[in-house]
């Protein structure tokens, strides 16, 4: 997908940015804050801190990805996904990573508040997370070629951005955060699979062995629909759990968006799965906000 070299720098670096994809992060951190208020602890800066972190480490990721996919051949110029700016020579893969580096510094910076706060199990994850940035495409072993891109997008998008976003602000680990983390890791997954169908044959030819190479595209589909399934559906627990009473109806005004992402899925391919990234994005996004507004109401 060629693009004119005098596009701005800042849309460049923001085609580097993929802002479709970063509802993943905005999604777990509004639920986890929905729990934090729900349970009496909402705690305005440590919120916008943990989102502003979790921005900068998918950023980090996308940045790195960008130019390690390159690296290894999995990206080139015929990519049939949206540009990428290292693969379309706009901008050299040393300065991609010069930038992922800054990325990964100031998440750095502004996740010391929460070590701060939250104590030494978020010096863990904030240098796991940190690693697994570099990790999902880099290294000698990169997650995402080994076919453990879900597994990484599925913990880090789900329970530990959630649960991780609810106890700095309460200090305190409760079962409805762990509970209402399952359909923002859920989604993120979708995503990913999107993702991961729409370059299956170009993935395939690199030797980027994903989840989708290694099922094939049928089962990939399938995989995409206990996504949506499992996201939706889990809803459902937090109600019969009791911990969102009638509020839990709020999330059935999510289930349109599902059943119409389950149609694209089901007839699209090739270039034609960017619109349905795009709409899956949106749909991890309005799904964590009816769940924070149900929260929020039950609580």
Known sequence: MPLPRELPVWKVWALAARPKTLPASIAPILVGTGVA??????????????????????IAANFANDALDFRRGADTSARVGPTRITASGLVAPEAVLRATALALALATLTGLYLVWRGGWPFLVLGIAALVCAVAYTG?????????LGELFVFVFFGPVAVTGTAYVQTLELTPLAVAASLPS??????ILVVNNLRDLEQDARAGKRTIAV?????????EYGAMLLAAHGSTLLLWAAGWLDGWALLTVGAWPLAWGLW??????????????????????????????AALVLAG
């Open 214 to 222: 290694r099922i094939g595209a049928r089962n990939t589909r399938r």
């Open 139 to 147: 290294g000698p072993y990169p997650l995402a070629y080994l076919g």
């Open 263 to 292: 149609r694209q899925i089901s007839t699209r391919s090739g270039p034609a799965l960017n619109a349905t990234l795009a709409a899956t994005g949106r749909a991890s996004l309005a799904l964590a906000a009816l769940l924070t």
């Open 185 to 190: 890791g859920a989604m993120a997954v979708a």
């Open 37 to 58: 208020i729900h349970d009496d602890g909402f705690h305005a800066p440590t919120a916008l801190l943990a989102l502003l972190t979790a921005l900068l480490l998918q």
